[in-house]
């Protein structure tokens, strides 16, 4: 007998939200931003605090200003993150609400409206797993996201997991 899950997808914008975010600082490239931007901020408020010349009073305020930077650029991504987040919902409605997965010894098969995408298991790199979502990555860092609460029961959720352990490894 033929292992096949179908999963139907109904994905909410806060869950979009949840996506986003955690596929972005999944990047190394923003994490090693952000570290160098913390590290260069520390960094600039110690030398603004033993650089004061002997005798002047040093301007606290002004060497702690430099730790608001990482944190400003952290509340910039976010707000960008969120506005992605909307556009895309806005310009994409059909790729968040009634796809259908269908998953089985072949691979992936993605069913909607207007959307019609197949994939084989060795079209995917690995999987990954969060509180609320199974990620299955394709070549580069774009992946299919599968919602954990869209699993009619323990019994599909098993085949499923079976099946992406089978097929695929996790990084």
């Not at 033993?50 to 910039?76: D, M, Q, R």
């Not at 992936?108 to 197949?118: A, F, L, N, P, R």
Request: proline share 3%.
């Amino acid at each position: 007998m033929e292992n096949k899950v179908c999963i139907k997808q109904d994905m909410t914008f806060p869950e979009f939200l949840k996506v986003i975010y955690y596929q972005f600082l999944r990047m190394k490239i923003m994490r090693r931003l952000f570290i160098w931007l913390v590290a260069i901020s520390i960094f600039n408020t110690v030398i603004t605090i033993f650089a004061t010349p002997t005798g002047k009073e040093t301007n606290y305020a002004s060497a702690f200003s430099a730790l608001w930077v990482p944190f400003v650029i952290a509340a910039f991504f976010l707000a960008f993150g969120a506005l992605a987040a909307i556009v895309l919902r806005i310009v994409r409605k059909n790729h968040f609400n009634n796809i259908v997965y269908t998953f089985n010894e072949w691979g992936m098969e993605k069913t909607g409206v207007g959307i019609e995408y197949t994939r084989p298991w060795k079209g995917f790199t690995h999987y990954q797993e969060s509180r609320n979502f199974i990620f299955l990555y394709i070549p580069g860092e774009d992946a299919h996201v599968i919602q954990k609460r869209m699993f009619d029961s323990n019994e599909t959720e098993e085949i499923f997991r079976s099946l992406i352990s089978e097929h695929l490894s996790t990084k």
